[in-house]
């Protein structure tokens, strides 16, 4: 539609604009943490090491305290580079709808994660298991590491179709951005990527093009509400279903989190799924 381009374009318009004014990250970061601490806000570090020491560290002891504390603080996760990180990621700008005076009023900010930490994405596995050995029971490498071997060995295959074995001596740098000759820059794969709206789950099962069309369906924590019994008739013969638990939600009890996987099972039930492994609240899936 006319309007969703519209909207993408206003969008794509707001990541290229310079000027940091328009996106102050920091200000915004530092209101966000005082509206959600409230009255732990001078207090703010010592609720960072609870966090971290309480409820993440048995999770995901890869990720260091101290790079943890500080992207808690600052919202900068990842420094791979000496200098300083002042340009803010526009991608993580978003619109939400508040209410100012009784009046529904559009404001742009961060409304992400400030608790849980970006380093689950990438930072916690590894196929490199050098990147998770321990010496004196503490960790020689840290989050940052296994991300940076992660997400470089995902572009590697991207490109080249080919397994990354890592590199050593490897020095990240920034080039100028030049456009390619080559249109197939990527390694040439059977595959289509179809980006829908967040809200076209409920649609899918009516259309016939979808009909037993998917051999895998990831539910992530927040989107699961979409697996209803309608969902089945996505679902290829002998589809695999995965649905991400609330493990690595910090800011949930355990009862709570036992009782999500409870109630996921069940709508994966009634949905005509069947348990390939007994799951608990300790499993990430």
Not at 59 to 75: D, L, M, P
Request: hydrophobic share 35%; with cysteine; proline share 4%.
């Amino acid at each position: 539609r006319s309007s969703d381009l519209d909207f993408l374009e206003g969008v794509f318009k707001f990541w290229k604009r310079s000027d940091p004014a328009k996106f102050d990250v920091s200000t915004l970061w530092d209101q966000r943490l005082r509206y959600l601490l409230k009255a732990r806000y001078d207090a703010r570090l010592g609720v960072f090491d609870w966090d971290y020491s309480m409820k993440l560290q048995d999770k995901a002891s890869v990720i260091h305290s101290k790079q943890y504390k500080h992207w808690r603080e600052t919202g900068i996760a990842f420094e791979k580079r000496e200098g300083g990180y002042e340009l803010p990621n526009r991608t993580l700008a978003s619109g939400l709808i508040l209410k100012k005076t009784g009046e529904s009023v559009l404001r742009r900010g961060y409304w992400g994660d400030m608790i849980n930490s970006p380093y689950l994405g990438f930072g916690i596995e590894t196929e490199n298991e050098d990147l998770l050995k321990k010496a004196n029971n503490v960790h020689t490498r840290t989050a940052c590491d296994v991300a940076e071997y992660n997400v470089t060995s995902h572009v590697h295959e991207l490109l080249t179709g080919t397994k990354y074995e890592g590199a050593s001596g490897t020095i990240i740098e920034e080039v100028p951005e030049e456009k390619s000759s080559d249109p197939h820059y990527l390694h040439p794969v059977d595959a289509t990527v179809v980006f829908l709206p967040s809200n076209s789950a409920a649609g899918l099962p009516a259309k016939e093009k979808y009909a037993k069309l998917f051999d895998v369906v990831y539910f992530s924590n927040s989107m699961v509400h979409h697996l209803t019994p309608d969902m089945q008739a996505v679902f290829a013969d002998n589809a695999t279903v995965v649905l991400e638990t609330t493990k690595f939600m910090l800011d949930l009890r355990p009862e709570q989190s036992e009782e999500f996987v409870k109630k996921i099972i069940g709508m994966a039930t009634a949905a005509g799924c069947k348990p390939s492994k007994p799951c608990g609240y300790d499993n990430a899936h």
